[in-house]
Each structure stands twice: as structure tokens, then as C-alpha cells.
């Protein structure tokens, strides 16, 4: 390979990484967006059943659901205290 070839191959790989870094990082804000949104969504279901310590089964898989795709986009521990008292309740069918 030569000098020319080299060069515009490294070319090309920088203005590719160039139109690639917008998309990281606005995939990053999305993905940030969708954790905020299912934390909220399982702190609301939390909080509307707390006192009771009991959960209608269908909020219970919802509940469920969200933590499992909240954990899988790398959520933090802050859930993990209230996923482990939300398993502790009776589950009301």
C-alpha cells in the first residue's frame, strides 16, 4: 500500500468517526432519557402502593419489566432498595 493510499484511507476512517460521534452521543442522551423515564415510571408505581405494601399483579409485572430493561441499560443501584422491598409484597390478583 502507499503513501497515497494510506492517506486517504485514514481520510476516510476519521471523516467516518467524525459523522459517527453526533449519533453516539445523541444515542447516549436517548439512552439516558429512557433510564429517567423508567425509574420514574417504577417510582410512581412504588409510591401509589406503598403504604398498602400490597401491588395489583399486573403493576407487578410491569414493575418487573421495568427494572429488568432499566437494569439492562446499565440503571444505577438507586432501584435496587425498592425492586427488593416491591418482591416483599403481597401480590394482589
Known amino acids: 500500500m502507499d503513501k497515497t493510499t494510506l492517506s486517504f484511507f485514514v481520510a476516510e476512517i476519521l471523516a467516518l468517526l467524525g459523522m459517527m460521534a453526533p449519533v453516539w452521543v445523541n444515542n447516549h442522551k ?18 401509589h402502593n406503598r403504604e398498602k405494601e400490597e401491588i395489583r399483579q399486573y403493576e407487578y409485572e410491569n414493575f418487573v419489566l421495568l427494572y429488568e430493561a432499566y437494569k439492562t441499560l446499565k ?8 425492586y427488593s422491598e416491591v418482591q416483599s409484597w403481597e401480590i394482589v390478583t
Open 75 to 82: 440503571g444505577n443501584s438507586f432501584i435496587d432498595k425498592i
Open 30 to 47: 436517548i439512552k439516558r432519557g429512557q433510564l429517567c423515564q423508567l425509574r420514574s415510571e417504577m417510582l410512581r408505581i412504588y409510591y
